[in-house]
C-alpha cells in the first residue's frame, strides 16, 4: 500500500510533520509512505489562475496524489478551522477530482483536547464535497505523544489507535 502523508500546517517542520515521520517509521515497509510538506510553496488558487495553467509543483503534488492508495492528511486547527494552506491545496484539486474516491484519513493534532474540533469538522466537509472516501478521522493531541528534538515518540496505545485506522483502508 502506497500512502502519502501531508503535513498541514503553515510552517515547515510543523509537529503535524514530526508525527507524520513517526507514523512513517511505524509501518512495516520503509518505502509504504512519503511525507511532505511545503503547502505554503502553492501559489493561491484561483479559477483565473487555470487559465494560465497550473503550476508545475501543483502538477506534481497533484500526480502524488493519484499515484498513492491512502492519503493522511494530518492539520493543527487554526481559529477554528483549518489553516488557509489546507484549504489553498484541497481548492487546485476540488475542480480537477484528485480527491475523488481517494482514501483519505484525516488526522487533527492540536496541543490538547477540545481543540481540533472544528477543524475536523471543516476538513471533513472539503473532503466530503471532493468525494474521498473515509472510514474514520484521528483526533490527537501532542499531551499524548512524546516530543524531543524534533523527534516523536508515539506511545503503545496511540500506535496502537494508528495502526488500526490505516488497516481500516488495506
Not at 54 to 73: E, M, R, T, W, Y
Not at 127 to 134: I, N, P
Not at 157 to 168: M, S
Request: aromatic share 8%; glycine share 4%; hydrophobic share 40%.
Amino acid at each position: 500500500m502506497k500512502i502519502l502523508g501531508i503535513a498541514a500546517s503553515a510552517s515547515k517542520s510543523s509537529s503535524n510533520y514530526y508525527l507524520l515521520k513517526a507514523i512513517e517509521d511505524l509501518l512495516s515497509s520503509p518505502d509504504e509512505m512519503q511525507v511532505i510538506e511545503g503547502l505554503e510553496d502553492f501559489e493561491l488558487f484561483s479559477p483565473l489562475r487555470l487559465e494560465k495553467g497550473v503550476p508545475n509543483n501543483i502538477q506534481a503534488f497533484k500526480q502524488q496524489v493519484l499515484a498513492v492508495d491512502l492519503i493522511l492528511i494530518a492539520t493543527p486547527e487554526y481559529t477554528h478551522n483549518i489553516p488557509a494552506v489546507l484549504k489553498n491545496m484541497l481548492e487546485w484539486c476540488t475542480a480537477s477530482g484528485e480527491f475523488a474516491q481517494k482514501a483519505v484519513l484525516p488526522i487533527t493534532f492540536t496541543p490538547h483536547e477540545p481543540r481540533g474540533k472544528y477543524a475536523m469538522i471543516s476538513l471533513l466537509g472539503s473532503l466530503q464535497t471532493m468525494k474521498a472516501k473515509m472510514e474514520t478521522q484521528l483526533p490527537l493531541y501532542k499531551t499524548d505523544v512524546h516530543i524531543l528534538d524534533h523527534q516523536m515518540e508515539l506511545p503503545e496505545d496511540i500506535r496502537e489507535i494508528i495502526e488500526t485506522a490505516i488497516d481500516l483502508y488495506r
